[in-house]
């Protein structure tokens, strides 16, 4: 069960490409140890809404998820002790992603990095300045801060050059806080500096945009031919090696121990051939990765299993966020007519939810009322004869919201002509109360 007491981590994963052995070191390793840690709550999800916004080809969208999804179960994620999801199967995230639209300044998404770079290659090259970019492009870090913020992430691992939608998220939590009461909890930015930056086959970064990736689950013998291929010096066997800048030292060192690097050293200042070193990387890899090759392989040869997977991880998810934003559709206003209507426009207290109200009569007996913000009573109780049979049904009415109205109607009195704006606000009380008691 999740639990707003504890850390809530968070991060997406976008759903264009193939994981290769650069995601696996520098995001699905750190990723999946750290979500086995029993004092946070993990959320990982395929964000393929994000995804369209740098593919258009759909068959290509659709393997990618299916790959990525493998990738992260096979590599060790667990879908029972985190929410593991796909950000399409949660209409609320485009929902929320157009309440946040309305609170952020364009100017800021004006400064955002991938939008602002798209402009300045545009106006270096004469081209009109928007030329090509899609208002997706523009709206990136707006659906960002939906999948952060619906959630209540606490912690959000990402690389460097996400660091600044991070920020944007937390401006728009500020202001959607700051005009209509404390909603969002602020998120901050986790970058892991320690792990590995896996140079790929070519000496540079690991990276599908330089091509010189080595895929993660690729058949053992095409791993084995990729590996040959790593860029070495030309020095023959027999003449010591430099460790230093060589990109198949560096790949071997993010796999090895301590040990098994040091004895890579020694190998290299012995002469070791590139041939034979690069067998062992290979077979360091194969080590790693070929118990996991044959569970991703079962994955994707089940996509049905994988599909159910991700539904339940999506029901998982809506099960905070369906109620999170009704709360939200009524703190800004979207709401049933009947609810509180005001003959004034003024602006409504922002932080007075609605309340119970425990008293006593005169009477001798236990009363409570529920108000809302204005003072307007919604709900009223007949006498108790103690303060804890009224406090219980207090409690029953937090805790099951409106669905107890009908059986606890002979202790309560509520106009039916407000019965629907009270099922609204007994809904958002309970989830408050969830959100709260866990
Ligand atoms: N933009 C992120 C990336 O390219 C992916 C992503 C989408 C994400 N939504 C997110 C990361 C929310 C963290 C939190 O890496």
């Known amino acids: 069960m999740t639990s707003p007491h504890r850390t809530r981590v968070l991060t997406g994963i976008t759903t264009t490409g193939t994981p290769h052995l650069g995601n696996y070191v520098g995001a699905i390793r750190p990723t999946v140890q750290a979500s086995r840690d029993t004092h946070t709550d993990g959320f990982y999800f395929l964000a393929d809404y994000h995804a369209l916004i740098k593919c258009d080809e759909p068959a290509r969208i659709q393997r990618s998820t299916l790959e990525i999804a493998a990738s992260w179960i096979a590599s060790g994620l667990d879908p029972d002790k985190v929410t593991f999801y796909r950000q399409s199967d949660i209409p609320e995230i485009p929902e929320l992603t157009w309440l946040l639209t309305c609170v952020t300044g364009k100017g800021v998404l004006n400064r955002a990095h991938a939008y602002k770079a798209a402009v300045d290659k545009n ?57 209509y009461g404390e909603h969002f909890v602020l998120p901050e930015a986790v970058v892991e500096e320690s792990v590995a930056l896996l140079p790929g086959l070519d000496g540079r970064k690991m990276s599908k945009s330089y091509d010189n990736t080595i895929p993660l689950f690729a058949p053992a013998a095409q791993m084995r031919k990729q590996i040959a291929g790593i860029v070495t010096d030309s020095k023959a066997p027999g003449e010591p090696k430099a460790t230093e800048g060589s990109a198949l030292f560096q790949i071997y060192q993010a796999f090895a121990s301590a040990e098994e690097t040091a004895a890579m050293a020694r190998a290299y200042a012995e002469g070791i051939g590139w041939g034979d070193a690069k067998q062992m990387l290979f077979e360091r890899i194969d080590r790693e990765i070929a118990p996991m090759r044959e569970h991703y392989q079962s994955l994707i040869d089940h996509p049905a299993q994988m599909d159910k997977i991700l539904l339940a991880g999506a029901d998982k998810a809506r099960q905070l966020a369906t109620p999170f934003i009704r709360e939200l559709r009524h703190a800004v206003g979207l709401r049933a007519l009947s609810s509180g209507v005001t003959t004034s426009v003024a602006k409504e207290s922002k932080t007075s939810m609605p309340s119970f109200k425990q008293y006593r009569e005169k009477d001798g007996q236990f009363y409570f009322k529920l108000v809302d913000a204005k003072g307007q009573i919604l709900l009223q109780s007949l006498g108790f004869a103690s303060p804890k ?17 009908a059986e606890l109607k002979s202790v309560l009195h509520f106009d039916p002509l407000n019965a629907e704006t009270l099922s609204e606000i007994l809904l958002i009380l309970k989830a408050h109360n969830e959100a709260n008691q866990k």
Not at 145 to 152: E, W, Y
Not at 163 to 174: T, V
């Open 389 to 405: 049979e009224a406090g219980q049904t207090i409690a029953r009415l937090q805790s099951e919201g409106p669905s107890v109205l």
């Open 123 to 179: 106006n270096a090259a004469g081209h009109d300045t928007d030329a090509d970019v899609t208002a997706g492009l523009f709206m990136y870090p707006v659906l960002m801060g939906a999948d952060i913020l619906m959630f209540k992430a606490h912690k959000v691992p990402v690389g460097r050059d996400q660091i600044q939608h991070i920020e944007m998220a937390r401006d728009m939590a500020s202001s959607f806080n700051h005009l």
